[in-house]
């Protein structure tokens, strides 16, 4: 069975708006298009976040090692 490319897969959770500044800012530069979730909900005051992370990075399955790659490079 043929896999699709065009699969979002999770890359990673980050937990604060810095970690998420440094991987939006390696992503774009390498030209790899990506999805963020943000589980920020002002309705409880993110009182979640702590137990899910701030959001979540999803990219393309077909750029997912290429993306871990860059992750590895950077500081989080």
Do not use: C, P, Q, W
């Given at each position: ?5 065009d699969e979002l897969v999770e890359l ?15 992503l774009k530069r390498s030209k790899i ?29 077909k750029d997912f090692e290429k993306a ?9």
């Amino acid at each position: 069975m043929k896999e699709k490319e065009d699969e979002l897969v999770e890359l990673i959770t980050y937990h604060n708006y810095i970690e998420y500044g440094k991987i939006e800012t390696a992503l774009k530069r390498s030209k790899i298009k990506f999805l963020n979730r943000s589980f920020e909900d002002s309705a409880y005051n993110g009182i979640y976040t702590f137990a899910y992370g701030l959001g979540k990075i999803y990219v393309f399955k077909k750029d997912f090692e290429k993306a871990k790659n860059i992750l590895k490079e950077i500081d989080l």
